[in-house]
Every structure is written in structure tokens, then in C-alpha cells.
């Protein structure tokens, strides 16, 4: 007679392994929180195409602002609206990758979160629209007697925008040309900064060339070196 066959023993239950801590940040004062702050600035502009066309809105904001006498309460809704499109922007970049983090297959839920937040950041930038083209309408007078400094904005402002945009186009291209833009709208910058009607969106439009440049920058990095 032949022995009965031995039933297959189960395989001894593995220990549970603990899931990887985080890598650490490389810091923890303020210094470290600004740099990761600024980080999540550049990143959101190098991966979300949104955040790049608020850029350059921006600056054609600034543009504005400073070729055309403005009242204080005016400048102070033109920024605020400016940085909070920015900031709707930013957090809802933050969600997108929340979402995505935390479902990994398609959810209709996770669906309507993000469309959600996406139109949060839409009608901000309509009410932005609306607020702007009131304060022109608010300023007509003063914007027909502002003919020589709208055409000295228009002559100069337009190469600086363009300038933004090659820096926060997504295409690859060389590193010469980013140097180009970026020197080219720093000089075309400092041609209208002398003669500027608020020294305050002036100051804007140079930051919000700084983050195109970083910008720019962080996308080389991010290319694949053959």
C-alpha cells in the first residue's frame, strides 16, 4: 500500500515589515522652511501649466500697474488678487497630489475633488478679470492721458513677457537660451524700472522673473542627460 500523500505545509508567516520613514529634509529651522517653501513654488510652476499662464498674467498685471497711476486701495486689490490666484493655485496643485497619493485606481469622489479645486482657482482668476477691468474702466480718463507711458510699456513690456514665457515653457532647449531670456528680460526690465509708476509692481515683475528663471532651471535638472 502506498502512504498517503503529505498535504503541502503552509510557508511560516513573514514578519511585518515597517514601512520606510521619511528621508530627512535637511533641516528644520526657518531657513530650511523657506528654501522647501520656495521649492513648492518653482515645482508648481515647472508641472502645472496653469501656474505657468498666472505667471505671465501677472506680470502683464504688473506691467500695468506700473505704467499707469494708480490709487493705493487700487495696487493693493491688484497684488491681492495676484497672490491669491497664486496661493488657490498652489493648494490646489497640493490636492491634485494628495488625491493621487491616496487613491490609486480611478474614483469618481477623487474625480470631483480635484474639478472641485480646479474651480475654486476659476473663479478667482474670473473675479481677478472683472476686478481688473473695472479699475481700468474706474481709470479711463487717466489711461487715455497716459498715451507716451502705455506705448513705452507696450514697446518694452511685450519682449519681457515673451522672455517670461520661453523661461517657463515647457519644450526642452538649451541652456544658452534660457540665459538669454533671462538676461534679456533683466534688461528690458531695467529699461522700465526708471521711469515706472509704482515702484511696487515693478518690484513684482522682477520677482515673478526670478521664479522664471528658477523655474527654467529646475526643468534642466529634471531632463534626462543622454
Keep these: ?23 530627512p529634509r535637511g533641516g528644520s529651522g526657518m531657513l530650511a522652511s523657506l528654501c522647501h517653501a520656495w521649492n513648492g ?20 498685471v504688473g506691467l500695468v500697474g506700473s505704467g499707469i497711476e ?10 491681492f488678487c495676484v497672490l491669491l490666484i497664486f496661493f488657490a493655485e ?7 497630489h494628495l488625491v493621487d497619493l491616496a487613491t490609486r485606481h480611478f474614483d469618481e469622489k477623487a474625480r470631483l475633488t480635484k474639478d472641485a479645486a480646479a474651480a475654486g482657482v476659476l473663479v478667482l ?14 481709470n479711463w480718463e487717466t489711461v487715455i492721458n497716459s498715451g507716451p507711458q502705455i ?4 514697446a518694452l513690456g511685450l519682449p519681457l513677457a515673451l522672455c517670461v514665457m520661453v523661461l517657463v515653457m515647457p519644450r526642452p532647449r538649451s541652456a544658452w537660451v534660457d540665459r538669454v531670456a533671462f538676461v534679456g528680460g533683466a534688461v528690458l526690465l531695467g529699461a522700465l524700472a526708471p521711469r515706472t509708476a ?4 515693478t518690484a513684482m515683475d522682477a ?20
Design 207 to 226: 520677482g515673478l522673473l526670478i521664479v522664471a528663471g528658477a523655474a527654467a532651471r529646475q526643468r534642466r535638472r529634471e531632463q534626462p542627460r543622454s
Design 41 to 60: 513654488l518653482i515645482h508648481t510652476v515647472v508641472h502645472q501649466r496653469n501656474m505657468r499662464v498666472h505667471l505671465v498674467s501677472a506680470l502683464l
Design 151 to 154: 506705448a513705452r510699456q507696450v
Design 125 to 138: 482668476a474670473v473675479g481677478t478679470v472683472v476686478i481688473f477691468a473695472a479699475i481700468l474702466v474706474h
Design 1 to 23: 500500500m502506498s502512504s498517503p500523500a503529505l498535504s503541502p505545509q503552509p510557508p511560516p508567516p513573514s514578519e511585518k515589515k515597517t514601512p520606510p520613514s521619511y528621508p
Design 198 to 201: 509704482s515702484s511696487v509692481f
Design 90 to 96: 498652489i493648494l490646489n496643485s497640493a490636492l491634485e
Design 70 to 79: 494708480l490709487g493705493l486701495a487700487e495696487k493693493v486689490t491688484l497684488i
